[in-house]
């Protein structure tokens, strides 16, 4: 399993860069996780857009979703160029339906998953976690059979996130606060809440992202290194994960 950052930025994109998306790799199947604004400009800087094989997201903010509507356009294009009629499966859940409908266009199909049920996508097994925010949204499990990469999405931290994270390979977490803060009503985490899930989970690596536009940033690490004694790095594109 190969996973690299597209984007990671929390709200709205920095110059030049991207909110939420993540690209998981294995055995030539490419899969991204959320597709938010930035995203598909970004994502071009390492992959093709008609070799992207799926599409799955955690919820429907804009800065998890904002650039569907260009992906779609993308999928037309190529498709129209190449002659071609491949259609880019889009999986969310149906909690808002108006918004899942949304999924499906001419060359990509809205798939509901259930949150309940291990999806499977590709050579890629997905478990989900109920998150704490404002909209349904779920975190995720990625499981290849041998490597373990766990996203939290958006959430506020909860107890049973540690169990959910088990002994992964792999923890990328919301971490759009500093140490002190209180992000629970905006349904977000604080940096020492995402290295408490990291140290208790057992995990061996954390990515900290969605990331403020605010404060010094590299003061996340630092203030998580205080609880996880892993190895910690602050989100950026183009930072991958491998074994």
């Not at 008609?50 to 992906?71: F, K, M, N, Q």
Request: hydrophobic content about 35%.
């Amino acid at each position: 399993m190969k996973v690299t950052i597209i984007g990671y930025w929390g709200a709205y994109p920095a110059a030049g860069s991207a909110t939420s998306g993540y690209l998981f790799e294995k055995d030539g199947f490419s899969m991204l996780i959320d597709c938010g604004s930035g995203v598909l400009s970004r994502l071009q800087q390492f992959k093709k857009v008609d070799d992207l094989d799926a599409v799955v997201l955690s919820h429907y903010h804009h800065d998890h979703i904002a650039d569907i509507g260009p992906l779609q356009y993308a999928c037309l294009v190529q498709n129209t160029l190449a002659e071609t009629n491949e259609t880019l499966p889009i999986y969310g859940h149906k909690e808002e339906k108006k918004k899942f409908e949304t999924l499906t266009h001419q060359y990509t199909k809205g798939i509901a998953y259930d949150p309940d049920q291990t999806l499977e996508v590709g050579p890629f097994s997905i478990q989900f976690q109920k998150t704490n925010h404002p909209v349904p949204c779920y975190g995720m499990r990625i499981s290849d059979g041998d490597d373990t990469a766990v996203y939290t999405a958006d959430t506020s931290y909860f107890k049973e996130w540690a169990t959910f994270a088990r002994n992964a390979d792999l923890l990328i977490t919301d971490t759009n606060f500093y140490k002190g803060m209180d992000g629970r009503k905006a349904g977000h985490m604080t940096s020492t809440e995402a290295a408490t899930i990291a140290e208790e989970a057992n995990v061996k690596n954390l990515w900290l992202s969605h990331l403020p536009h605010f404060g010094q940033l590299t003061k996340l690490r630092q203030e998580a290194e205080d609880i996880f004694g892993g190895t910690i790095q602050l989100a950026d594109e183009g930072l991958t994960w491998s074994k």
